[in-house]
């Protein structure tokens, strides 16, 4: 079984013996019922317990939209905020431990979930995080989509290439990716690509699991074949599973923090290095 049916597979008996949710909720796209959705009444439950409630307030006080499908166990927009969010809201050593987690040096400044930085080009990234001096992090999250989003072209797409991407991806991908429809094969991929600099300490973290092959393959290739080698060191791909390892050996106190860790693991199916 693939990972994307494997993982749905789990998360619809998570629905049932963890949330205790035996209805099954609709995809709006085609108005039929899956067993990894949630009832829309209930989608607060996609947020882990230990910071459902102050998830709940950050993301009404930024007035943060969810995506359309945040009902759906899957949702990546909703694994963003599980994974991260205990740790940002934790404590100064709970904010360490992520970012040795993620392989990233530094001190987190600020950060934001679902971060427009530029509302002319409107790329939105799942996370963002200010490291002062040491720079700042996109975070471009996935779970089980089959990958970073193609797009086909039109004349606004096209126009967006020449008034803003050509300038910011000069010297950072080859020539031709500029030219044919690379652009638009990679969409997704370069419009975040267009934010990180070498010499601004500005990095582009992809973060999916291991086990989501469509996913690793594209991301290798987009690094292999389209990022020049000069630019290669601001994009990284991190592992979800290496990060939960990572998370589990830095063994921080906080006892909300390692409730969420261990409802990380039931939910995702995620294992730690001594299980």
């Given at each position: 079984m693939k990972y994307g049916e494997s993982l749905k597979a789990h998360?619809?008996?998570?629905?049932?013996?963890v949330l205790d949710i035996p209805e099954d909720g609709t995809w709006v796209r085609n108005g039929r019922t899956y067993p990894h959705i949630l009832p829309s009444a209930l989608q607060d439950l996609n947020l882990i317990e230990p910071i459902r409630s102050q998830c709940l307030f950050y993301m009404g006080f930024e007035c943060i939209k969810r995506h359309a499908n945040f009902p759906h166990l899957n949702s990546s927009q909703a694994f963003a905020f599980n994974l991260f969010f205990p740790w940002l809201t934790d404590s100064p050593e709970s904010c360490r431990s992520l970012l040795h987690a993620l392989g990233v040096g530094g001190r987190v400044k600020c950060w934001k979930f679902e971060a427009v930085l530029d509302?002319?080009?409107?790329?939105?990234?799942?996370?963002?995080?200010?490291?002062g001096g040491h720079g700042q992090v996109f975070v471009d999250v996935k779970l089980t989509e089959r990958g970073f989003g193609a797009s086909r072209p039109n004349k606004r797409r096209r126009d967006k290439l020449d008034e803003i991407y050509r300038d910011r991806l000069t010297g950072k991908v080859a020539a031709e990716t500029l030219d044919g429809d690379a652009f638009f094969k990679y969409y997704q991929l370069l419009r975040s690509l267009s934010y990180v600099h070498p010499r601004n300490k500005r990095t582009l973290l992809l973060v999916f699991p291991r086990a989501n092959e469509r996913v690793r393959v594209e991301a290798q290739t987009f690094l292999r074949d389209v990022v020049l080698e000069s630019c290669r060191p601001c994009v990284r791909i991190v592992y979800v599973e290496d990060v939960f390892r990572r998370l589990h050996e830095n063994r921080v106190r906080s006892p909300r923090v390692r409730d969420s860790l261990q409802a990380l693991g039931e939910k995702y199916a995620l294992s730690g290095p001594s299980d």
């Open positions: 998360l619809a008996r998570y629905k049932r013996s509302w002319e080009e409107r790329t939105n990234f799942d996370l963002w995080l200010d490291l």
